[in-house]
């Protein structure tokens, strides 16, 4: 009996293979998908993005945009040059421990309609996000780092089991682990957008006194 099995393994060796090979791929890119989650933790830190877009003004003569010094996150405005396209930054922030996207509210400047082409910019410190430290380098202390479509990839994995599955643009990258950025209903319009990094905005309890 064991030789007969034996033979007809022999014999039909093509034909096994043919079967369990595209099995053994699809085991393989599951437990891919699925280890990373299981083993690389999820992130630490919030991540702040700015979504550009120009700006429904007709009228406006500045463009709106942020900028972190000393840890700090400040609305920049600058005046428009001549002929120049007025453009507005808004701000999101991704919670890391709800997963949820928010935009995070802006004063502006005072009197910036005043400004001319040659002024200097006017900042502001976004005072929503006082008393937290924001890192500006890519990748957060904890691995993470922010990739899209057109500025990463996050390899076949990512394609088949992270970016792509869910149908979103922006994720954060870990190992092998991808969590999906969607921003929040009413904003989603604005995905066509160029949108980019801000920084790493470090826990509270990490962060200490902002000098």
């Known amino acids: 009996m064991d030789q007969g099995r034996g033979g007809f393994l022999r014999k039909n060796a093509f034909v096994v293979a043919a079967v369990c090979l595209p099995l053994l791929v699809v085991v393989f890119f599951v437990l891919a998908s699925i280890v990373p989650r299981r083993l690389v933790a999820p992130p630490a830190y919030d991540l702040l993005i700015r979504a550009n877009e120009v700006e429904a003004q007709p009228n406006s003569r500045v463009a709106v945009d942020f900028g972190v010094r000393d840890g700090r996150v400040e609305v920049v405005v600058r005046p428009l040059a001549a002929g120049g396209f007025a453009t507005r930054s808004r701000l999101f922030l991704f919670d890391h421990a709800t997963m949820n996207v928010s935009e995070v509210p802006v004063d502006m400047p005072e009197q910036i309609e005043y400004l001319r082409e040659n002024d200097p910019p006017r900042t502001r410190p976004v005072t929503a ?32 089991f992270g970016m792509r599955r869910y149908g ?12 999906p950025i969607r921003l929040p209903l009413g904003f989603q319009q604005i995905y066509y957008a160029p949108i980019s990094f801000v920084g790493w905005v470090e826990p509270a309890a990490a962060a200490g006194p902002l000098r």
């Open 129 to 160: 996000l006082s008393g937290r430290r924001v890192l500006v380098q890519l990748r957060a202390p904890d691995g993470y780092q922010l990739q899209d479509r057109n500025t990463g990839n996050a390899g076949i994995v990512g394609e088949l």
């Open 168 to 179: 979103s643009e922006l994720s954060v990258v870990n190992r092998g682990r991808v969590v």
